[in-house]
């Protein structure tokens, strides 16, 4: 079994990406992925999963094909999300926002999300926006990561008046200097660093892959 194969099992059932990539359709939506994309030893389309170029290829497809991004790129250095996983993600802790709302998942703006670590690539907050139509306040310790998360809401209309971005000034703090007086979010969601390098996780790329 690949790895593509392996990710799409028992997916949530609104997640998008619950069968094989469908890579011609990716590529017509995406026009630059075609030249990342190979073929397996079954004759089959995919990615060399193992380099970063190839991935973030991917995933820009991913966002434009399925959640209408328009401009999406991280700079060389910084990790890249597996979209599939991430939209998982947001789904299940979307059924945790339907059990106190008589079992229907809440739509629309009024839902308010704290993304603490938002990164430079504000995957959450795409796919939170474009499933949901939810509004988010993205933060981060990495003045980087906040500039660069800006750009990109800046550059995708879907995102401009749904997603703020917000520099934690001090990194031993959550949310003070993030939250402001009464405000409130509905769900705080954290997807922490689990490698202390882009060397690091591409090593444990290269394990799962062996």
């Known amino acids: 079994m690949n790895q593509e194969s392996k990710a799409t099992q028992q997916l949530h059932a609104r997640n998008r990406h619950g069968k094989r990539y469908d890579f011609r ?19 089959d389309d995919t990615v060399d999963f193992a380099d970063p170029e190839s991935v973030k290829m991917l995933n820009r497809a991913l966002l434009v094909h399925h959640y209408g991004i328009t401009h999406w790129d991280i700079p060389a250095g910084y990790l890249c999300p597996a ?8 789904h299940r802790v979307a059924d945790l ?7 229907e998942v809440p739509h629309g703006r009024n839902v308010k999300v704290l993304d603490i670590g938002v990164g430079v690539n504000c995957v959450f907050p795409i796919i939170g926006v474009a499933e949901y139509g939810w509004k988010f306040v993205g933060s981060d310790i990495d003045p980087l990561a906040i500039r660069w998360a800006k750009e990109l809401v800046t550059a995708n209309r879907s995102l401009k008046k749904n997603v703020e971005c917000r520099l934690q000034a001090k990194p031993e ?26 060397e690091a996780a591409e090593a444990g790329t290269l394990r799962k892959l062996r």
């Open 25 to 43: 359709a990716l590529i017509r939506s995406c026009s630059e992925l075609e030249a990342f994309v190979v073929a397996n030893p079954a004759g």
């Open 83 to 90: 979209i599939p996983g991430r939209a998982e993600y947001l």
């Open 97 to 103: 926002l339907a059990e106190d709302a008589d079992n």
């Open 173 to 198: 703090n959550l949310f003070k200097g993030i939250v402001n007086a009464g405000e409130s979010f509905a769900l705080s969601i954290c997807n922490p660093p689990f490698h202390v390098s882009r």
